[in-house]
């Protein structure tokens, strides 16, 4: 479903033309479109309707608009910080479909997660368990926990977004982890219920994802002989996302497919942690252009929006498509399109063939994931609005940032 299309040369989002929402609005802006978010979620929920459940990543967009949405839809969450679980819960999620990830839980964390009661933790080290274990025992309450295992598995990614590797800081060693399940069984205030893995983001073959199934059945089955019984089993991240037209994609349903056929007579629950492809597609960021410079070699597009607003091409070399909100007749030329920033990495996409002008408005594409959540202040720039359209509406569900904002938390000296 792409809620993004032109009509007569002007692009939409929904039913709204984006440059009404640009006008209405300011940029640089994210606008969201709900039919996108919730169409995206529903092909995760039909594809796992007798297997399992959604948690959406929260990382990947977290305002508190688009998880309401979700939670409306009876979405579960992966969070992976105390503030993204205070989001879910402000939100309207239910904490008892809330799993908790990353290597770095704090104590408060474990405490605040415990007293909501939520699904269970993600454990990526014997220490975590250890302290998990230690702040139920002073709650007088059982954990609920998932053992996060790597499984040595090249997801083929980009390598700053690839987790299951033996040399990445995640998860626990597959070859050590039925010592580690021994422990937890042996541990008073420890509940041991699942499996857990993730292997990367913007995976675009499904090979990886079943050979890391492969070993973590393998490893279920081990641990049934020992007498440990697993009821879930976490398999982490959604699909990649088509961010060019001719990048390949895998099929969720033939990917739930496998997994089911794979999984057999194992009673066991599937949990996914989709975030990039519930919400990338659905967003874009606009930008205006403010200035055109051209020297010998380069045509330069400076525009409103930057590196501090959209961080993805700077970090990863990400490529994501560049859209005028109106098309114009005329010649083409190259571009390379770049923020107000300071820094040479300042720039949102290169060498692209455009026909624009100074002022208009420029759709970056897929900017719904990973985009405002990994947004900054520097340069002491405000951070930007975010918008989310539902038919010919739009709800403001982020205000843009004013000079207030940044020095709010800031103290002269006595
Ligand atoms: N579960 C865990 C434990 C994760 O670490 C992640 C993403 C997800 C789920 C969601 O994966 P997804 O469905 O979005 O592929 N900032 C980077 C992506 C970082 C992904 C980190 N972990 C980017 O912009 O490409």
């Given at each position: ?6 009509r ?41 309707k ?12 977290s305002?508190?608009?688009v ?83 790597n ?26 982890a ?34 890391a ?22 398999l ?7 961010y060019?037209q ?18 057999g ?50 970090l990863y ?17 190259t ?35 990973y985009g405002?959540?990994?947004a900054?202040n ?37």
């Amino acid at each position: 479903m792409n809620p993004f299309q032109y009509r007569d040369n002007e692009l939409y989002i929904e039913e709204l033309p984006l440059t009404e929402v640009a006008a209405q609005h300011g940029t640089p802006l994210y606008v969201y479109s709900r039919q996108a978010i919730e169409t995206a979620w529903h092909g995760y929920a039909d594809a796992l309707k007798d297997h399992g459940m959604v948690c959406y990543a929260v990382k990947a967009n977290s305002n508190i608009g688009v998880l309401n949405l979700l939670a409306r839809l009876g979405s579960g969450f992966d969070i992976v910080s105390v503030g993204e679980l205070e989001r879910v819960l402000t939100a309207g999620g239910d904490p008892s479909k809330v799993v908790f990830s990353g290597v770095g839980k704090q104590v408060d964390e474990i405490r605040r997660a415990l007293e909501v009661g939520i699904h269970c933790f993600n454990v990526e080290s014997v220490a975590e368990l250890q302290r998990i274990n230690e702040v139920a025992g002073t709650m007088d309450m059982q954990a609920p926990v998932s053992i996060r295992v790597n499984p040595d598995v090249d997801a083929k990614t980009h390598p700053y977004i690839s987790t299951g590797l033996k040399q990445n800081k995640f998860g626990i060693d597959i070859n050590s982890a039925e010592q580690v399940y021994a422990l937890a069984a042996s541990l008073a205030h420890i509940n041991v219920i699942g499996v857990d893995c993730h292997i990367g983001s913007q995976i675009t073959d499904v090979t990886p994802f079943l050979d890391a199934l492969d070993r973590l059945l393998a490893l279920i089955d081990r641990l049934a002989g020992k007498g440990i019984q697993i009821r879930h089993l976490d398999l982490g991240g959604g699909v990649g996302v088509q961010y060019q037209q001719d990048e390949p994609v895998v099929s969720l349903t033939d990917y739930v497919q496998q997994i089911v056929s794979r999984l057999g007579a194992r009673a066991l629950t599937l949990i996914m942690e989709p975030g990039r492809s519930i919400v990338a597609n659905a967003g874009v960021l606009l930008t205006r252009v403010e200035y055109l410079k051209q020297n010998d070699e380069h045509n330069f597009a400076i525009v409103d929006g930057a590196m501090n607003d959209l961080i993805r091409p700077s970090l990863y070399q990400a490529w994501q498509d560049v859209k005028p909100l109106q098309l114009r007749t005329g010649t083409s030329h190259t571009w390379d399109i770049v923020g107000p920033i300071c820094e040479t990495t300042d720039f949102l996409a290169k060498g692209r063939q455009l026909v624009i002008e100074q002022g208009d408005i420029l759709a970056i594409m897929d900017s719904g994931a990973y985009g405002f959540t990994m947004a900054s202040n520097y340069n002491s720039r405000p951070r930007v609005a975010e918008i989310l359209v539902d038919g010919q509406q739009t709800h403001v569900v982020r205000r843009r940032e004013i000079f207030a904002d940044l020095i709010a938390h800031e103290y002269l000296i006595e």
